[in-house]
């Protein structure tokens, strides 16, 4: 079936259904229309606890021989069932059909059943490409579109193997998150890695391009982030997912912090500015940027509650490495004036002290950035309620209610006092024109800027 697609240029692509497989001209993708493949991947969430230390980092320390950093591990769907995704579950949630291990079928929750869009039409989804939020921003035009609808598609398809959508009957709000969200910021990526890379010689040794991406807790930035290594990834490009959480201090260092700060509760626990091994990031990120070739390896950790895991259960990273995506909810924040602080909290007066060295020791390594921006720091109460109802309705363990409330209040005042400068200004030292900001709505989808 040849579709001609309208738009800047006349284009035309070859959608042919064989056997239960869709080819887009090279490219042979599965069909989930009536069995989708289920995805055996190894997923370890990162979760929070009731209990101190409040939640489970995933921590990385380096050892004589190797330096540590973290791999985000590939997710099942089931963690995602658990994680307030409302674009994936749409509350029109039905389980299709998945193989167990011993080879019968069962439900497993990944397909909707209303509101659908059937995505084979390669006009329709033109048109809804070029309808998205980002586009314009990201200089995504028509014409770029219609010369690159393969890839759109490929991608499209690879994105819903990893999270487990039927492919060809998405609801709206998956269509939306694929299509108008995830896959524009890979493309942006993507041209950020050419832009790095056409600065190097041929010859040179090319180090990774770290990209940062600064957003609030329970926005969506880490499930952002796994899409994106995971297309990184199935492009043929090495990628490493590094965390702010993997250099909290260990349980030690946290109990000393706590000590030197009697009574102020944003430093009790682990998270604002101070509760870092900042020494270790360094040491981290400048290991990280050295693997420029085939045969170099590091160690990487991502467990352990409150302490560090030992470096023999530690998989490796192996370069070259292409690109570092590094997120974090306070990536970004710069120091303020004290008075300006104290007028928000007066706990936070230490917590902007601390936040000095920050610069030094994250932002600096940092290259591009993507800023995902909220229009109410309040969001955040509510998507981290979302996600611990959705884990105890999983049978998993989550925080009560009061819990939660607890464990938002000691971010919200750094949120207060630190974004509204973060958007108006962007991140320490970054260029304008490598920085991308994403607003989104209180359902996490991207929106158009004012």
């Not at 990385?60 to 021989?65: A, H, I, L, Q, T």
């Not at 706990?347 to 060295?357: D, G, P, S, T």
Request: charged share 20%; hydrophobic share 35%; glycine share 6%.
């Amino acid at each position: 079936m040849a579709v001609a697609i309208s738009g800047s240029s006349l284009i035309s692509s070859t959608l042919q259904h064989y056997n239960n497989r869709i080819y887009i001209r090279d490219y042979p993708i599965p069909c989930h229309s009536s069995n989708p493949i289920c995805n055996s991947f190894n997923f370890k969430r990162r979760s929070f606890s009731p209990s101190s230390p409040k939640f489970n980092d995933h921590v990385v320390n380096p050892s004589s021989s190797y330096l540590s950093s973290k791999l985000s591990p590939i997710r099942t769907h089931s963690s995602f069932a658990a994680c307030g995704c409302s674009w994936i579950q749409d509350n029109s949630m039905v389980h299709d059909y998945a193989t167990t291990t011993n080879g019968t079928s069962k439900r497993c929750s990944a397909l909707p059943t209303t509101n659908t869009v059937d995505v084979s039409s390669v006009s329709d989804l033109f048109e809804f490409i070029c309808s998205g939020p980002l586009v314009n921003k990201i200089g995504i035009t028509p014409q770029r579109v219609g010369q690159s609808i393969d890839k759109w598609l490929l991608y499209g398809s690879q994105l819903c193997r990893l999270f487990q959508l039927n492919e060809l009957k998405l609801t709206i709000p998956q269509k939306a998150r694929l299509y108008h969200y995830y896959i524009p910021v890979f493309i942006w990526c993507e041209d950020q890695i050419a832009l790095h890379n056409s600065k190097f010689k041929d010859g040179d040794d090319v180090p990774p391009l770290v990209i940062g991406f600064s957003a609030p807790q329970g926005c969506g930035k880490t499930t952002l982030v796994f899409a994106l290594d995971y297309l990184f990834k199935t492009t043929k490009k090495k990628s490493a997912t590094i965390s702010v959480d993997d250099f909290y201090l260990t349980a030690e260092g946290q109990a000393e912090l706590r000590k030197k700060n009697p009574g102020n509760a944003l430093l009790e626990y682990r998270g604002n500015a101070g509760s870092h091994d900042l020494k270790l990031s360094v040491e981290t990120l400048e290991a990280l940027s050295k693997l420029t070739k085939e045969g170099l390896k590091m160690k990487s950790a991502y467990s352990g509650r409150g302490d560090r895991a030992d470096s023999s259960t530690w998989p490796e990273v192996e370069g070259p490495l292409s690109v570092i995506l590094f997120e974090g909810w306070m990536l970004g924040f710069k120091p303020l004036p004290a008075d300006v602080v104290k007028a928000v909290d007066p706990q936070l007066e230490v917590v902007n002290k601390n936040l000095e060295a920050y610069y030094d020791a994250w932002d600096k390594y940092i290259d591009a950035w993507v800023v995902i921006k909220i229009q109410d720091p309040s969001y955040v109460y509510r998507w981290r309620l979302q996600a611990e109802i959705a884990m105890r309705q999983d049978g998993q363990a989550g925080m009560s209610d009061e819990e939660v409330n607890d464990f938002v209040s000691r971010y919200l005042p750094a949120y207060k006092a630190y974004l509204p400068t973060l958007y108006a200004e962007g991140p320490s030292g970054s260029d304008p024109d490598r920085v991308l900001a994403i607003d989104i709505d209180e359902e996490r989808n991207p929106i158009l800027a004012n």
